[in-house]
C-alpha cells in the first residue's frame, strides 16, 4: 500500500528510532526492518534514509560507525538522546493517533479504545420500549 509522501515523512524519524532500539544495523537494514515490522506495508527506498539519518545524527539521536570489510558500511545506533527522543515521540504518537481517531471515527471514539462489552448473562433492553407488549401472557 501506498502511502502519502506527507504522511510517511513526518513519521521516518519515529520508525528509524524504534528500528534502532533493538540495536546497531546499517542503512539497508533500516530499510528492511521497516518493511519487515509493518508487515510490507511500508517501504522505503535506501537512498531516502539518509538524509534522514544524518539529520538524526546531527541532532544527537544517533551515531554513525564505519566497517572496513570487503563493503564499507556505516552502521547507526541509538544514543541516550534518541532514547529519550523515542519515548517523547511515543508519547506524542499515542496522544495524536487517539485525537486524529476521535475526529475521524463516525461515532467519536478512538479506535485504541475498546468498546464495553454487555456483562455475561445480561440482556440489553428492548429497541424501542413503547412497542413492547405489556399485557400478560394469557396462553
Known sequence: MLFSPSLTKGSIEFLILSILEDGELYGYEITKQIQKRSNSLLAFRRSSI???????EHRGWITRRWTNG???R????L?????????????EWRIFTTAVNLVVNPNGSSAAEPQ???PSGV????????????APDTT
Do not use: C, H, I, K
Open 79 to 91: 544514543t541516550e538522546d534518541g532514547s529519550e527522543a523515542l519515548e517523547r515521540q511515543r508519547v
Open 123 to 134: 440482556e440489553p433492553p428492548p429497541a424501542n420500549p413503547s412497542t413492547t407488549d405489556s
Open 116 to 118: 464495553p462489552a454487555e
Open 70 to 72: 570487503n563493503r564499507r
Open 50 to 56: 539518509y538524509p534522514v539519518l544524518s539529520r538524526m
Open 74 to 77: 556505516a552502521f547507526f545506533s
